[in-house]
């Protein structure tokens, strides 16, 4: 089970710890952390958060776009056997046109860092028109860096618009002809996310590597 982070979701290391403290009154052993917009957590929430996930006995997951922090906080996630999810969206010449506002290198060098560190890391890499043609090569590159797995999603993103931090229009993927306001789509988001019928039609597949 999930718990989501930033503007489509919820916030902070008090939300993330007060709903892990039912998990165990729902039988749940395992939860993932995701964020969105930027949002994450910082060096001493995640310690925090990763210990009452131990003290628990829950399986924390991090999915994260991992182009932050340093040294001491990737190893301490692996100290706590936090299994983290990168989201790498091709190579260094295609991962930004999602990613925004990433560094590809600083990307795989954080990855490096957990994995170095004894750390459970997964590749996730979403499928576009303009990174296909790279599956093969990422896949490749994750089992020589130590990814435990590779993860291709297919979700049907071949068509989108990419807004900057400030929530500002960078650019369009693919032949997109619909609304660039940023207030209106995520409006529409929410009020899907939040209908007891939605589902989100993706295909997922898992590679162990």
Known sequence: MGIRFGPS???GKHEAIGILEHYPKMGLTACEL????GVYLDKKSAEEVGKKAAELNIRLS?????????????EQLAELSVRVT???DGLEDTHHLYRLNTNYNMVI???????????????????????QHQ?????????ELGFKRFDLV???RDVMPVFTSD?????????????TDFEQLFEQSNNYLNEPWATVQHEKVNREV
């Open 9 to 11: 979701g919820l916030g």
């Open 34 to 37: 995701a964020f969105t917009y």
């Open 62 to 74: 991090i999915h994260t776009n991992g182009s932050a922090r340093n040294r001491k906080f990737w």
């Open 86 to 88: 990168f989201g790498i």
């Open 109 to 131: 060098e954080n990855a490096k860092k957990f994995i170095a560190a004894g750390g459970y890391a997964i590749w996730a890499m979403i499928k576009f028109d303009h990174n």
């Open 135 to 143: 599956i093969a090569q990422c896949e490749t590159l994750s089992k």
């Open 154 to 156: 297919d979700a049907g």
């Open 167 to 179: 929530k500002r229009l960078s650019h369009v993927i693919g032949d997109y002809r619909g609304s």
